[in-house]
């Protein structure tokens, strides 16, 4: 339950400082007064998305801070521990709002996103306003309904991941049909190309070896006087010795005034690896200049593999033969593939098959889940209504089977009302009035609340387009809800709020910078005088005074 809720900045409210307590609590003041701030507020510590207009005029930043006994609540450490929160029975959370428009979250001073504070709020409390109203006319918070009264939240998690899995098959199916229809229709193409790479018997590296081979046919002349130079440095004759001749005089010069000056034995050692050197050079050389010569009938052959290479290239607009080669492949690929389609669909479709069987198994588990609360659910509700003097008005759940799998199982769910015995049911939407709709909400949140672990409820003006008796009735449900569990109701109803544990009254007070908001607890004398106004909303009169009196002596 919500202990403390501290505000400050926040529309109309300067700076509050709030004790919640246990039970049944009232809110009650005129209105604009800012009765609808203080649930604005606590639906920001909950998750709720954040808007800095909220902000109060000439401050920079709002703060609200609530703390919340969490003893109790069911399974909430194992969500702290998941999100990686250090849990403490007592919880802070709070948000930070500036006019920057950046929005912090905490939770016990550790900052965390505000998908994380929802995940939390949602264990704490349920706020239930007049647009929840509206919502009961849609399927799917129907269905959460049922889910929530049924206790499916795990089970459902697995379903939806099932789900998603067999929907990632089956997409993955299509676009694997689709992928080999079009491979399919290029079969013909892609066998015709395949077969005039295949025909180029492709070897890696090739067009660059017959270029370098076609340059040395080309410069054949050039090459070999480079390398006659070389050789003939190994000619001598006995005028003129050869540089090969002269190095190997000077080596054994050398070799012999090292024995004599030892500092002459590093140029020895130098010019023989030299001799050595320039010796296996001309070697070389010799054997190059053998293999330089190309005959004129290879030439041809080579500029003839060279023009078909690139004329390849040219074609697939490619820009070197290993490319050529990676693209036969791939087409060799893409024709085997087609060649064995049927056997990658069946294996596809099978895949597909067991997890849409996962997927129904789960799915036939919400349902029978399901359809066992819709029948539990009539009794408790049936009698609630009665009590809210709606005694006559019947109600059914009607739950069908879909023919396909949804995000929410394989069922869809219609909420039936009729005024009267005598009427025909039909969606609630269409034909329960608002205040109709206000007391069947309350009479579903009292059973939801019944079956739920949640520790607060809060009711944001439940009690719209009834009075009286029916007021009275109202009251009574949200006083023995507060038995159970913290109740907050924001209300304009004296008869309810005479009937709750604690009452605070909401004021708008004025300075010479603008109006500000307050909140306080009354009790006693003060409590009676504020239901008398709320009974007379004019002049204070002891015919009032008297029946606020009577109304909380009555309601003890």
Known sequence: MITRLYIKDFILIKELELGLKEGFTSITGETGAGKSILVGAIGLILGNRADTTTIREGAKKAIIEADCDLNGVLGIEQLFEENDLDFEPICRLRRELTVAGKSRAFINDTPVNTTVMKLIGERLADIHSQHHNMLIGEAHYQM????????????????????????????????????????????????????????????????????????????TSEIADALNMLISFADSDMEIPGVVQQIHTATRLLSHAAEHYSQVEELHERLSSLELELSDMIREAGGLLDTIEVDPSELAQIEERIDLLQGLLFKFKLSDSDDLIKLRDEYRKTLDNITNSDAYLKELEKELTKKQDVAKALAKRLTERRTKVAKELLPPLHALMKELCIAGATFKVDLQPLDKLTESGADAVQFLFATNKQTKLQPIREIASGGEISRFMLALKTILAEHSVLPTVIFDEIDTGVSGEVAEKLGGVMKRLGRNIQVLSITHLPQIAALSAHQLVVSKEEEESGFFTTIREVSGEERVKELANMLTGAEMTEAALANARALLARNK
């Not at 491979?183 to 070896?209: C, H, P, V, W, Y």
């Open 144 to 219: 959460s309904i049922l889910d929530t009264l049924g206790g499916n939240e795990s089970l459902l998690e697995e379903y939806l991941g099932a789900y998603n899995a067999y929907q990632k098959a089956a997409k993955e199916l299509e676009k694997e049909r689709k992928r080999i229809e079009e491979q399919a229709k290029e079969q013909e193409f892609i066998a015709f190309q395949l077969e005039q790479l295949d025909q180029a018997n492709l070897r890696s590296g090739e067009l660059t070896q017959l270029e370098e081979r076609q340059s040395m046919a080309q410069h």
